[in-house]
């Protein structure tokens, strides 16, 4: 490993944009840390910078192409540019948008390292992704889980697939909020029971569902007259942190619903640090495409008992049953049990919150994801670097 401030090594991540999502998070993690491991890392978008650019240090190079939408060949022609300028020695491309752009830029670069990384699972591989995947050095992906799927629509050898775990900051992400009083915020007491879904409002992450079980869990508890005084309404509530083009739908749904005094939308928030540790519990309703979600990790490692949708990737980092429970994605009673459950037993709740905490510190800690990723990176330039010479 090399030391601090030997920088031999250029990087560039290709992405669509560093717009609020917990893949852009964890490529934001890992560069703001690779200057102490001799890496110098470029952020090159092929949209737009995005919202969270400004949490990457201020000396990582962040560049986009300005392509809203498509593909556009002189944009292959200008990455291929970027590539060559900047001396990259190690290509690393995300998901299926940048698999394309730069699986194609890459045939006119033979002079560096190209690596492809899946971070969720994905219902849109068609040929020419097959195809281009195959001449990648590497793919990595975050979790066991996918590299069957990716053997299956890919057709990639197994023995050029590498999983590295995502990780998060225990000690950013801790049971103890830093500032302002989320419940304050909301015009609630801090004896409600607040349940909370952090993502992007799109069909997909299934916040439809959530509110859904919420609405069910309310009308549970008022009817068995638990954890209210009678003729009180239920102190449950559910927040909404996130946005996207699902919210007038999910808005029109709470109305619908006759909820609005126990749905909160909060928009994108960068203060995830502080809101968390003021929940009671993280719901992650999505209906497919988890690879490993780092929100999962965010909340375990801030005490909260996590309810996740069981499905690939989720049923690698929640452990049912004791950091929460694995709910089938679809099963709205199930998931209104769950939700009166997590409500009604302090006990249950704070045991997940202990066993959550400590299999973070145990197993999917920031440190030990920067150390893989490094690792990764020195090995893939030294072995190509002796084939050149051989």
């Not at 200008?78 to 190690?90: A, C, D, P, T």
């Not at 994108?268 to 519990?281: A, S, T």
């Amino acid at each position: 490993m090399k030391s601090k401030g030997q920088k031999n090594i250029r990087l560039c991540h290709l992405i669509i944009s560093l717009d609020v999502g917990g893949m852009e998070n964890g490529i934001i993690n890992i560069s703001n840390r690779l200057d102490q491991h001799g890496i110098l890392p470029y952020i090159l978008c092929i949209r737009r910078k995005g919202s969270m650019a400004d949490r990457l240090k201020e000396d990582i190079p962040v560049f986009f192409l300005g392509y809203e939408s498509g593909f556009h060949w002189p944009g292959i022609f200008r990455i291929v540019y970027f590539l060559q300028r900047n001396h990259i020695n190690i290509f690393h491309t995300h998901n299926r948008t940048s698999l394309i752009w730069g699986g194609i830029a890459s045939m006119l670069c033979p002079h560096m390292v190209w690596i492809h990384t899946e971070h969720g699972n994905s219902k849109f591989s068609g040929r020419l992704e097959s195809i281009l995947i195959r001449r990648a050095r590497a793919l990595l992906c975050v979790s066991k889980n996918l590299i069957k799927e990716l053997q299956q629509n890919y057709r990639f050898p197994s023995a050029k697939v590498t999983v590295i775990l995502n990780g998060v900051d225990p000690d950013l992400f801790s049971p103890v909020a830093k500032t302002h009083s989320v419940h304050h915020e909301l015009g609630v007491s801090k004896s409600w029971k607040l349940f909370t879904v952090v993502g992007r409002l799109e069909p997909r992450k299934n916040q439809q569902l959530a509110i859904r079980a919420l609405y069910q869990g309310i009308q549970r508890i008022t009817n068995f007259g638990s954890l209210s005084a009678k003729g009180q309404l239920p102190k449950l509530g559910l927040v909404l942190i996130g946005d996207g083009t699902d919210r007038k739908n999910l808005q029109e749904l709470v109305n619908k619903l006759g909820i609005r005094k126990h749905v909160f939308f909060l928009g994108y928030r960068n203060d995830l640090p502080n809101i968390l540790p003021q929940m009671d519990c993280l719901m992650l309703p999505s209906a497919w495409g988890e690879g490993m979600a780092n929100v999962i990790l965010e909340a375990a490692s801030c005490g909260l008992p996590v309810l996740a949708s069981d499905i690939p990737g989720n049923d690698q980092i929640v452990q049912n049953e004791k950091t929460g429970l694995l709910i089938a994605p679809n099963d709205v009673d199930a998931w209104a049990n769950a939700i009166v459950r997590i409500a009604n037993f302090s006990k249950e709740r704070a045991a997940m919150k202990d066993a959550g905490r400590r299999m973070v510190l145990d197993h999917f800690s920031l440190g030990s994801m920067v150390r893989n990723y490094t690792e990764f990176y020195y090995k893939a330039h030294s072995k190509f670097q002796a084939n050149k010479r051989q």
